[in-house]
């Protein structure tokens, strides 16, 4: 099992931006896929997660309608994005897989780092 | 502040017992949904300690032990080692927020 994130991204506030997660090694249809937030020297939090299979979608209510999360099955990639960055978006974003909604992360990604700054 | 309470901190000498506390409530642990310690090492990703209360994958020391009592549960690191230094996160699930929820992480200093 594998999931291989998108390199670091360097951005201004207010442009967009899509980071990416290529999963193999197993079915990606057949589990969760999911986002955690970790800002600079701070705890982990759970953004939302997607299930390729049917493109159900949940969110956490501290990141509804701040982000995007999608999915493309035909290339086993889920995908996390911003409209419009804020400076306190900077932080480490980590693309995980979990069984079910309510079960534990059993893989992680190695992490994207997303600086955002004028 | 964490809907799952952790202490900020914890430390002990090599080869002592030291236990992280996960304060939860009705609606998380205490509703049942099953209890996850991770651990992240400094500058790397986090990893499943672990799993489903007091389970461990495949390669977790048995130096590693977690335990659930009502809405809280625990962690449990005997022996300790210096490769242990690490931040530990405990994770649930909470039924009145629909959500995942990681505590707020504890920092284990081997003295």
């Known amino acids: 099992v594998q999931l291989v994130q998108s390199g670091a991204e360097v951005k201004k506030p207010g442009e967009s931006l899509k980071i990416s997660c290529k999963a193999s090694g197993f079915s990606f249809t057949d589990y969760w896929i999911g986002w955690v937030r970790q800002m600079p020297g701070k705890g982990l939090e759970w953004m939302g997660i997607i299930y390729p299979g049917d493109s159900n979608t949940r969110y956490s209510p501290s990141f509804q309608g701040q982000v995007t999360i999608s999915a493309d099955k035909s290339i086993s990639t889920a995908y996390l994005q911003w409209s419009s960055l804020k400076a306190s978006d900077t932080a480490m974003f980590y693309c995980?897989?979990?069984?079910?909604?309510?079960?534990?992360?059993?893989?992680w990604g190695q992490g994207t780092l997303v600086t955002v700054s004028s | 502040q964490s809907v799952l309470t952790q202490p900020p901190s914890v430390s002990g000498a090599p080869g002592q017992r030291v236990t992280i506390s996960c304060t939860g409530s009705?609606?998380?642990?205490?509703?049942?949904?099953?209890v996850h310690w991770y651990q992240q090492l400094p500058g790397t990703a986090p990893k499943l300690l672990i799993y489903?209360?007091?389970n461990r994958p495949s390669g977790v020391p048995d130096r590693f032990s977690g335990s659930i009592s009502g809405t809280s549960a625990s962690l449990a690191i005997t022996g300790l080692q210096a490769e242990d230094e690490a931040d530990y996160y405990c994770q649930s699930y909470d039924s009145s927020l629909s959500e995942v929820l990681f505590g707020g992480g504890t920092k284990l200093t081997v003295l």
């Open positions: 009705s609606s998380n642990i205490g509703a049942g949904y099953t």
């Open positions: 489903g209360d007091n």
């Open positions: 995980v897989r979990q069984p079910t909604v309510t079960t534990n992360v059993d893989y």
